[in-house]
């Protein structure tokens, strides 16, 4: 089994991969692999790294940000346990840069597989962009605004007159823009700051108020902050659609749907495993990925894990067409399509 990581070189300008094996640290990767994957910059937190699960038939997948308890510990635990495996299946698991990201990857039929949240699923499906989701992780979006104490943010209503963190285009910016509005909450009254993503740094910096993010960084940003941080979640205010789903290409569903359905059922077995061992699973990530730490880990899924669906994992059509209609009114997509075109629940483990 082998696990890519990649680590700071010692100076905060960008990130060199290894390869290890059991019996230690191998060696540097070279030429057009190190090339391909680029120079990053990141907060000391976060690790990027590529995970392969050897066991057969050689598929990708593509994460909607760097790999920690908050985007990759169900692919993991399915990888570890053997799941993967046990379906027939080399799964090799990729950092990502954004769900935004992730989509054009899966669309241009980069990776096999990719994971990105209905609200971008829904803007590159308007624009043609030919991938459909298979699977609902989050049954509710874990959208949330992170607050300083000293800001005195402690409700919705105290956001006017403050300054926001915000990183524009991105699903975290129209998600918040949307629960602004459906709290009645002029966004003409509060200051926008632009700030790299994630923003975590600017706002324990006290470079701005308020950041609007998701609620597995609430255990990072806390890990961080010298203060006390206001968490306001979306869906204490009105907030009812998906979070990020299991992505493919209308290529792979034409030709490959059996594939598909191997790994969806042993990422559902991931799933199940994380939610009853989430000690475990902190485990195993600190293992695989030694940068993480593991108390923020254990944090992050005890944050992340309710989000979750609990057993159902198809997609409703009557959220999915709510989303676009959130999205549209809101201005983020030209027009509506038929909800059918953003998924299929016909590869979903029952």
């Given at each position: 089994m082998l696990v890519t990581l990649c680590y700071p070189d010692g100076e905060p300008k960008g990130l060199i991969p290894f390869v290890v094996s059991k019996k230690g640290w191998v060696a540097p990767m070279r030429g057009r692999i190190r090339r391909a994957l680029g120079i990053l910059l990141v907060l000391p937190v976060l690790?990027?790294?590529a995970y392969t699960a050897?066991?057969?038939?050689?598929?990708s997948l593509r994460l909607n940000w760097l790999a920690d308890a908050g985007v990759v510990p169900h692919y993991l635990a399915a990888a570890k346990k053997g799941f993967y495996a046990e379906e027939g299946l080399e799964v090799e698991i990729l950092r990502g840069t954004g769900s935004g990201d992730a989509v054009k990857l899966i669309g241009a039929g980069q990776n096999t597989f990719g994971q990105a949240d209905a609200v971008s699923i829904i803007?590159?499906?308007?624009?043609?962009?030919?991938?459909?989701?298979?699977m609902a992780v989050d049954a509710q979006n874990p959208f949330v605004i992170l607050a300083t104490k000293k800001s005195g943010i402690k409700k919705l209503q105290d956001l006017a007159g403050h300054t926001a963190g915000v990183v524009p285009g991105g699903s975290p910016y129209w998600i918040y823009k949307a629960v602004l509005k459906m709290n009645n909450i002029d966004a003409g009254k509060i200051r926008e700051a632009t700030v790299p993503p994630p923003g975590y740094a600017q706002l324990v910096q006290g470079l701005v108020d308020f950041i609007n993010t998701f609620d597995n960084?609430?255990?990072?940003?806390?890990?961080?902050?010298?203060?006390e941080i206001t968490v306001l979640r979306g869906v204490d205010h009105g907030l009812d659609i998906y979070g990020v789903m299991v992505i493919v290409n209308e290529r792979t569903i034409r030709d490959k749907p059996e594939t598909i359905r191997r790994f969806l059922r042993a990422t559902k077995?991931?799933?199940d495993y994380t939610r009853e061992h989430p000690e475990d699973l902190a485990d195993m990530l600190v293992e695989a990925y030694p940068a993480l730490k593991r108390p923020v880990?254990?944090?992050i899924l005890r944050h992340w894990i309710p989000y979750w669906v609990?057993?159902?994992?198809?997609?409703?059509?009557?959220r999915m067409a709510k989303t676009q209609e959130l999205l549209f009114t809101q201005g983020v997509i030209p027009r509506t399509v038929d909800v059918r075109a953003f998924f299929t629940n016909d590869f979903v483990p029952r």
């Open positions: 690790v990027a790294t050897q066991a057969g038939e050689k598929v803007q590159a499906r308007v624009l043609d962009v030919p991938v459909k989701a298979v960084a609430t255990a990072i940003v806390r890990s961080m902050a010298p203060e077995k991931g799933m880990q254990l944090g609990k057993s159902d994992n198809t997609i409703s059509a009557d």
